[in-house]
């Protein structure tokens, strides 16, 4: 399993119930709106990563976020906890508190 994605999940992320991803790790991931599979613990569920535009800095560009909200209670997801998205050899994606 490669880890390909870790993150301390911020307030923003805990009170949406996303994981945010970083611009520079966007191509490790399905593109937005495509629905896959992860497995947190011992089960799998569906989730895809969602585009929202953002005005944060200038021009107007584009936040991804990985819809977690009901899987969160598989994990600690609290604001500070450290979150690792993993990826096995077919591709198969899992997430679990590193
Ligand atoms: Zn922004």
Redesign the pocket.
């Known amino acids: 399993m490669n880890a390909i994605y870790r993150r301390t999940l911020s307030a923003e992320d805990v009170d949406t119930g996303t994981i945010f991803i970083e611009k520079s790790r966007w191509r490790r991931f399905p593109p937005p709106m495509r629905e896959f599979a992860v497995r947190v613990g011992r089960d799998r569920f569906a989730t895809r990563i969602v585009a929202e535009p ?4 200038a021009p107007t ?3 991804y976020h990985l819809e977690a909200n009901h899987f969160r209670d598989r994990l600690n997801f609290v604001r500070g906890a450290a979150i690792e998205i993993c990826q096995d050899a077919d591709g198969a994606y899992s997430i679990a508190n590193a």
């Not at 953002?54 to 800095?57: F, K, T, Y």
């Open positions: 953002c005005d944060c800095v560009h584009e936040h």
